[in-house]
């Protein structure tokens, strides 16, 4: 099993960035597939997820209208745009994947490698 993501970077406030999540070895239609973000000194939190059968889509409160989730199928790619960055959401971002639908950490079956989001003031 493989999550492969990308698209992080250095961004001024205001700005937007679009991460992309390549999954590979899973059924995609399966899981779960969503994004988590750790700040330094903060836990783990779930910011995004996507159903990999439905499309059913959630999103933490802080980011309620300013983020979309979406998924290509064909791909197994999942994409987070990311609109109206805050450098509140300066922070690695992770991919994930997992047979629950949870923003529990400890419920993910699956972890992507984390890519830097960094959003300045």
């Known amino acids: 099993v493989q999550l492969q993501a990308s698209g992080g970077g250095l961004v001024q406030a205001g700005g937007s960035l679009r991460l992309s999540c390549t999954g590979s070895?899973?059924?995609?239609?399966?899981?779960?597939i969503g994004w988590f973000r750790q700040a330094p000194g903060k836990e783990r939190e779930g910011v995004s997820l996507?159903?990999?059968?439905?499309?059913?889509?959630y999103y933490t409160d802080s980011v309620k209208g300013r983020f979309t989730i979406s998924r290509d199928k064909a791909k197994n790619t999942v994409y987070l745009q990311m609109n109206s960055l805050k450098p509140d959401d300066t922070a690695v971002y992770y991919c994930?994947?997992?047979?629950?639908?949870?923003?529990?950490?400890?419920?993910?079956?699956?972890w992507g490698r984390g890519t830097q989001v960094t959003v300045s003031s």
């Open positions: 996507i159903s990999g059968s439905d499309g059913t889509t």
């Open positions: 994930s994947a997992s047979w629950l639908w949870s923003v529990h950490p400890g419920d993910i079956d699956y």
């Open positions: 070895g899973f059924n995609f239609d399966d899981n779960a």
